[in-house]
């Protein structure tokens, strides 16, 4: 049986879904179609790196991070051709 993979943005909408309060985790993984277990999970990885989405210099360092890496896939190109 194959795993079921889910998008970031329903991951959101369930963990937000069940910090709210407002059904237990049973009634959402009955709505939602997965384990009770896996909203928890998703339930703390969303409290754990909340604060990550204000830290702006963490976003700059992606940022440059991601331009490095770029230059040096563009670099390791450079070197096959040659």
Same mark, same amino acid.
Request: hydrophobic share 35%; aromatic share 8%.
């Given at each position: 049986? #194959? ?7 329903? #991951?959101? @909408? ?11 985790? /049973?009634?959402? !993984? ?8 896996? /909203?928890?999970?998703?339930? @703390?990885?969303?409290?754990?790196? !909340? ?32």
């Amino acid at each position: 049986m #194959k795993r079921k993979r889910f998008s970031k943005e329903f #991951k959101a @909408k369930v963990a937000l879904e069940a910090l709210k309060g407002q059904r237990t985790a /049973i009634e959402l !993984a009955q709505e939602f179609g997965v384990h009770v277990n896996q /909203i928890s999970l998703w339930k @703390k990885q969303l409290t754990e790196n !909340a604060a990550e989405l204000f830290d702006r210099r963490e976003a700059k360092k992606e940022k440059k991070r991601e331009k490095e890496r770029e230059r040096l896939y563009q670099k390791v190109g450079q070197l096959q051709v040659e």
